[in-house]
C-alpha cells in the first residue's frame, strides 16, 4: 500500500544527521528520496565507524533507508547541470551545506525556483541562515550546551552532561520533515513552492518549552536536577534494592493512589505532602522519605504494586532490553529488510501510524552510488557520457 506521499520526489544534498534524519521521515511516508553524495567519500556518517555490519556504517544505515543514492560532485559545471535537471523534476530539495555553499555552485534558491516554481527547498543549518552567528558551524554536542539543555540535563551539582541521544539534530530534522510537508500542503493551494528553514538552535530553543516559558515569565533559571521534575513531587527515579524505579505522580489524585499501593498512608494527607505545591516546597524531605523506602524492596515489587493500583511507574530499560520488548514488536518497531552486502538487516521501523496510507520500511539503505547509472540514464544521458563522467571524477 503506497504511502501518503508517494509520487513526491526528493532530492536530498544533505548528510551527517539532521538533513538525512528529514529526509528519511519523508522516505518512510512513501517519497521517491534521492541522496546526492561526493564521489569516492559520501556521506560522512559512511565512516563513522564502529559500529558497522560487514564494512557497513549502522550510525549511516540508521538514517537512510527508503532511500536511493547517487554520487555528483557539485563543484563542477558538469554536476551542477545534473541537479539542475533533477531539480526540474523534483517536488523537494533538502540540503544542509554552510550558509552561502549553495549560491557558490549556482543551486541557490532564487536559482532553482526559476526552474522549477513549484520547488519546495529546505535548508538545514546549525544557528539559521539569517543573524550574526548564521556562518558558524554547529553539531549537536555543541548546541546542547548552547542551547541550554546541558544546564538542565545532569545530576545536582554534578558536571554538565548532554543527552544521550543527539536530540537536537533529530528534533531539526522532524522540524524540517514537518516543514517540509506544510510546504507541500500550502502548493496545493497556491500552486507554488517555497523556502522552509530548519535550524538547531531554534530547535533548541522551542524544546526549552516549559522551562523556557518559566524563565521568560519569571527570570528564575532552572538547574540540574538528575532525573526529577521542577515542578512535580514526586517525579523521578528512586534507588531500589537491585536498580532504580521510576515514580511518576503528576497530580494530587494519584499521590493518594501511590500513598495507598506502597502502604504510605500515613504520608497521604500529611499537610507537607499532600498537594503537589507542598510537596515541591518540602522536595529534600519527601524524596528522602520515599528513597529510604524503595531502597528496601526489589524494582518489580514497586512496580507491580504501583500499575495495579494505576499508578504511572516503569523499570530503567537498556537499549537492549527495549528494542527486544514485546510492546516494541507488536508496534511493529523492529523490521527487516534485504541490504545488498549485509543480508537480512534488522532497522528501526516507522513511528507514525495511518490506517489507510502508512509508511513503511522498503528499501535498505543504498551503497555508495548505487543508482547513479540509472539516474543519469533516466535523464536522457547516453552510456558514453556517464563513463565520461566518471572518468573526470564528475560521478
Known amino acids: 500500500m503506497p504511502g501518503p506521499l508517494a509520487g513526491i520526489k526528493v532530492l536530498e544534498l544533505s548528510r551527517t544527521l539532521a538533513g538525512p534524519f528529514c529526509s528519511m521521515q519523508l522516505a518512510d511516508m512513501g517519497a521517491e528520496v534521492l541522496k546526492v553524495e561526493q564521489p569516492g567519500i559520501g556521506d560522512e556518517t559512511r565512516s563513522y565507524i564502529p559500529p558497522a555490519i560487514n564494512g557497513e556504517s549502522t550510525y549511516f544505515m540508521s538514517l537512510n533507508k527508503n532511500k536511493k543514492a547517487i554520487t555528483l560532485n557539485l563543484k563542477t559545471e558538469e554536476g ?10 523534483a517536488d523537494v530539495l533538502i540540503e544542509n551545506f554552510r550558509n552561502g555553499t549553495m549560491e557558490k555552485f549556482g543551486l541557490g ?23 550574526p552567528m548564521k556562518d558558524e ?6 548546541m546542547q550546551g548552547f542551547g541550554g539543555l546541558m544546564s538542565v540535563t545532569g545530576e545536582a551539582g554534578g558536571a554538565p552532561v548532554k543527552v544521550g541521544y543527539s536530540v537536537v539534530d533529530l528534533a531539526t530534522g522532524l522540524y524540517a520533515s514537518l516543514g517540509v510537508v506544510l510546504a507541500l500542503f500550502s502548493r496545493e493551494t497556491t500552486g507554488k513552492g517555497q523556502y522552509v528553514e530548519s535550524s538547531l538552535l531554534d530547535t533548541i530553543v522551542s524544546l526549552s518549552n516549559y522551562l523556557g516559558q ?6 528564575n533559571v532552572p538547574k540540574r536536577m538528575g532525573s526529577a521534575h521542577p515542578n512535580l513531587v514526586p517525579y523521578q527515579a528512586f534507588e531500589t534494592k537491585d536498580g532504580y524505579v521510576i515514580i511518576a505522580v503528576p497530580n494530587d489524585g494519584l499521590w493518594r493512589k501511590m500513598c495507598d499501593a506502597l502502604g504510605l498512608t500515613h504520608l497521604k494527607d500529611h499537610p507537607k505532602y499532600a498537594v503537589n505545591v507542598n510537596r515541591v516546597a518540602n522536595r529534600e524531605e519527601l524524596v528522602g522519605i520515599l528513597t529510604e523506602y524503595t531502597k528496601g524492596k526489589e524494582s518489580a515489587e514497586i512496580i507491580s504494586k504501583l500499575k ?10 537498556d537499549l537492549s532490553e527495549v528494542l527486544a520488548h514485546p510492546q516494541v514488536q ?3 518497531m523492529i523490521q527487516e529488510v534485504e541490504h545488498p552486502t549485509i543480508g537480512l538487516l534488522k532497522m528501526i521501523g516507522v513511528p507514525i501510524k495511518l490506517s489507510d496510507t502508512p509508511g513503511s520500511v522498503r528499501k535498505a539503505p543504498p551503497l555508495l552510488g548505487e543508482n547513479t547509472d540509472t539516474v543519469l540514464t533516466d535523464l536522457g544521458y547516453s552510456s558514453e557520457e556517464i563513463a565520461s563522467f566518471k572518468e573526470k571524477g564528475i560521478i
Open 214 to 219: 518559566s524563565v521568560l515569565s519569571t527570570g
Open 330 to 332: 507488536s508496534r511493529e
Open 308 to 317: 495495579s493500583a494505576g499508578m504511572p511507574s516503569g523499570p530503567i530499560h
Open 80 to 89: 551542477q547541470e545534473i541537479v539542475k535537471k533533477l531539480v526540474a523534476e
Open 109 to 131: 534558491y532564487d536559482v532553482l525556483k526559476e526552474i522549477n516554481p513549484r520547488l519546495v527547498y529546505c535548508a538545514v543549518s546549525g544557528f539559521g541562515r539569517t543573524g
Open 137 to 142: 558551524p554547529a553539531y549537536d554536542l555543541l
